[in-house]
């Protein structure tokens, strides 16, 4: 069970927002907004109602003030610069246009944070595999497991193993796995791409008016990883 945030970590991650030097109005000063990326190649669009769920944890742990809709953008686009956290996810080919690998590049050099969730959950499904490409063709040996030690493990909740599994690892779904760590490309020190073949975004994907019937909360790991986002 992950230990509770502390006031600092509150405090800090909503500073941190507030002077984050990628946002500008396009997604509203001072705020923060879920941004998913739009890909050519794709199903970029599934799981639809876990970013109004993270959005609502945020609000219910934190004092990070929020967009509460979610915004597409395409990766092609400049408009990407404006935020400092993107979601990338699908399950089927992830082929970047020259464009939209240029941009993908820009961004996290200039300091964005991708957070990329495999909807297979399978390690050799065509999300997976096609991702992976891409990664080695942008950063040659880069994506690497993440230490469960991180720093991100206690953003803001504490999760001393590590990322917690997913109902679809625990009932054997996908590759029949449970991911010991996420994998990550760092950019001078700093986690640039967060990457999880443990289908987070379906495990979140429900209604808001369920979570009441969950025993523990299970999109708090989302909270650690937009506070991470915001405050490296």
Not at 41 to 52: C, E, I, K, L, Q
Not at 147 to 165: E, I, K, M, Q
Not at 193 to 221: H, I, M, P, R
Request: aromatic share 12%; with cysteine.
């Amino acid at each position: 069970m992950p230990r509770p945030l502390s006031r600092r970590t509150v405090l800090k991650a909503a500073g941190a927002l507030a002077a984050a030097p990628l946002l500008t109005a396009s997604a509203g000063p001072g705020r923060f907004t879920f941004a998913r990326l739009r890909y050519h190649s794709g199903d970029w669009d599934v799981d639809p109602a876990m970013p109004a769920n993270l959005l609502n944890s945020l609000v219910e742990y934190t004092r990070v003030l929020v967009d509460p809709r979610e915004q597409v953008v395409g990766l092609d686009s400049d408009e990407v610069s404006a935020f400092p956290f993107v979601y990338l996810t699908g399950h089927g080919l992830v082929r970047f246009t020259r464009a939209e690998k240029e941009n993908f590049g820009r961004y996290m050099d200039a300091g964005g944070f991708v957070f990329v969730d495999d909807c297979n959950h399978d390690v050799s499904g065509l999300f997976a595999t096609s991702f992976e490409r891409e990664m080695a063709d942008l950063f040659p040996g880069q994506l690497r497991a993440l230490p469960n030690t991180h720093p991100l493990y206690s953003a803001a909740f504490v999760f001393p193993d590590g990322p917690p599994a997913t109902h679809h690892e625990l009932n054997g779904w996908g590759d029949n796995l449970v991911h010991d760590h996420l994998q990550a490309v760092m950019v001078r020190g700093k986690v640039a791409v967060l990457y999880s073949n443990k289908d987070y975004g379906c495990e979140w994907d429900y209604d808001l008016s369920s979570k009441q019937y969950l025993a523990e909360d299970n999109t708090k790991f989302g909270v650690n990883i937009i506070t991470h986002a915001l405050v490296r």
